[in-house]
């Protein structure tokens, strides 16, 4: 069983930043691939970024790549996503992901978290 909270969403500017964490308990974190969704309104949940259980690798889908970053600390049991250079069409709620299964992203697997709002606007 693992448990993820996410933390870290709220209003921000266009051009502005975030920082969003997700912890995990209830499992060994260091096991696990981490991703990070989000779901915009009326759209279908999108897989935004992945890590590999020690971090050694990272993804990310095209329309974020160069202003998102997936970092994790295994120490602390929690991932990050640094958003960057925020757009308006990035606001949705973005949800963790944690599963043992390799390439299984486009599949709706392992744990999720509650999620937490991201709204980008002036």
């Known amino acids: 069983q693992v448990q993820l909270v996410e933390s870290g969403g709220g209003l921000v500017q266009p051009g502005g930043s975030l920082r969003l964490s997700c912890a995990a308990s209830?499992?060994?974190?260091?096991?696990?691939?981490m991703g990070w969704y989000r779901q915009a309104p009326g759209k279908q949940r999108e897989l935004v970024a992945t890590s590999t259980p020690l971090g050694g690798s990272t993804d990310y889908v095209d329309s974020v790549k160069g202003r998102f970053t997936v970092s994790r600390d295994n120490a602390k049991h929690t991932v990050y996503l640094q958003m960057n250079s925020l757009k308006p069409e990035d606001t949705a709620v973005y949800f963790c992901?944690?599963?043992?299964?390799?390439?299984?992203?486009?599949?709706?697997?392992?744990?999720w978290g509650q999620g937490t709002q991201v709204t980008v606007s002036s």
């Open positions: 209830g499992s060994i974190f260091s096991r696990y691939a």
């Open positions: 992901n944690a599963r043992i299964l390799p390439g299984t992203w486009s599949r709706e697997l392992g744990y």
